[in-house]
Every structure is written in C-alpha cells, then in structure tokens.
C-alpha cells in the first residue's frame, strides 16, 4: 500500500450506507462517508473527479445490473464498492448468490481501477445484529476471499467495536449517525495510505443507561416511523430506492460538499 498517496478520481458502488444515510445536510440532502473521503481527496489534488452510483434499498443483483459496468467503464483510480448487506437482512437470502453476484462484481471492478475498497460492513448491537450475524460473516469471508485473490484493500469496519455502538446509529437503527459516517471516511482514508488525522477506532465515553420509560418510547417511535415503513415495503416488494437516480452520475470535478453546484435535486428522508 502506497503511502502519501494521490489518487485523482473515486467512484463510489453501493446502497444507502453509500449514499449517506442519515447524515442529513440543512437542505435535505445526505452527505455520508463517501462524499466527505471524496471532499478530503480533491482538497489534495487539483482536478479530483468524483462519481457516487449508490442508491437506498439496492440488492447486491441491482447493483450489479445497475451500477457496476458503469463504474468500470469510468476507469477510475480508486472504486468503492459495499453490497450484500441488505441480502442478508431479507428473510429469505440465498447466500451462493449473493456470493456469486458479489464475485462478479469484483471481477469486472477490480481491472477496472488502480485500486478497489471492499468493506466488512458495521453493525448496531442488539438482537437484530445477532439473529444476521452468521450471514454478515459469511458474506464478509466472502469479501475476504475475493480482496486476497484481486489485490483489494478490506476496510474492516464490522471488527471496529465502537462502531457497533448504538450512539453511532441513527434512530431508525439501520444507518449510520454523521460520527459514525465520519469515522468510516477516515478509515477508507487511511485504507488508502493517507497519513492519520485521528483515531477512527476510539471509544466512546462510557454511557448512561437510558431508563426503562425512555427505551419504550425510543421502541414505539421506531416502530412507528421506520419498522413499519420497512415490513410494507418488503410484503409489496418496493424499495426506499425506486426510480431514484444515482446520488451522483457523472465522473466530474468535485471541490467538496457545497462548493460543486450539483446538490440541487431534493432527496427525501425514506429509510432503505
């Protein structure tokens, strides 16, 4: 891995960990991880380029069929690339195929750039992450399996313990707070050979048990406003991500949030 690296241009592959959510801009829109590491990037490099396809709700095949031949034919120097995850979270996952689709997106990505990022994604403590974790660590030995056979780097967020904290995750419990968006920039920072800013893997400070009236309420409230939502979706077979456009579609130059005029279109707040 290079060091003091100076890559020019990143396209970022995935679903809503991808696109941002919930790390949500005064206008509505999401920023995230990927936005940020780009912002950092281009802040190095004159001319930087910057492209994020990754749209909410996407399964590892919509991915593929969607956004993967289109990032390859970028020619960028580094790709990005985080799927599966919402695979495993349906109740009936056919894990070969996640695996195989997963291998096929790697292989057309990986000639593709000088360097491709997969990640062992995080995930919120609590029941939820205990009945997937099989899954989560199946597909992530998958991911394993494939960055040793195509030189890829593995960002291993999942073996980070704060990032399983539940300060980190926003209230609708399946996405990221911006702290937790912002520690996962820096860990593909440094994934890159960038030098350290900070210490993306510190723990929180210890916290003050809620009490039992206030975790009813936060369990209602959730039940209301995103697991519900979540169920209908799934029994209709409609996605958070329907008809939406990649955050950003085009291979272009990027300053950093705010400063390259392409954040007008209005994205709205629906869970993935």
Known sequence: MQM????????????????????????????????????????????????????????????????????????????????????????????????????????????????????????????????????????????????????????DLYGAPVLGDQRLWDVDRLHLTPEGHRRVAEAVWQSLGYEEEDDWRATLPPAVPPKWVARRVADARFAKQHLVPWIGRRLTGRSSGDGRPPKRAELAPYFGEGQDGDRGRDQDTASS
């Open 4 to 155: 003091n690296a100076n890559y020019t241009s990143l396209v970022a592959v995935g679903d809503s960990f991808t696109e941002g959510m919930s790390d949500l801009l005064p206008d509505g829109s999401y920023r995230g991880w990927a936005d940020l590491l780009a912002g950092r990037m281009a802040a190095r490099t004159p001319g930087f380029r910057y492209a994020n396809l990754a749209v909410r709700g996407k399964l590892i095949q919509q991915i593929v069929d969607e956004q993967v031949d289109v990032a390859a034919s970028m020619k960028a120097d580094v790709v990005t690339l985080v799927g599966g995850l919402n695979d495993t979270l349906r109740p009936k996952c056919d894990m070969v195929r996640v695996r195989d689709l997963l291998t096929e997106a790697v292989e057309k990505l990986a000639p593709s750039c000088e360097r491709l990022v997969l990640m062992r994604s995080p995930g919120r403590n609590g029941p939820v992450m205990e009945r997937f974790r099989p899954r989560m660590e199946e597909l992530f030995a998958c991911i394993d399996d494939l960055a040793a056979r195509h030189d890829a780097v593995v960002v």
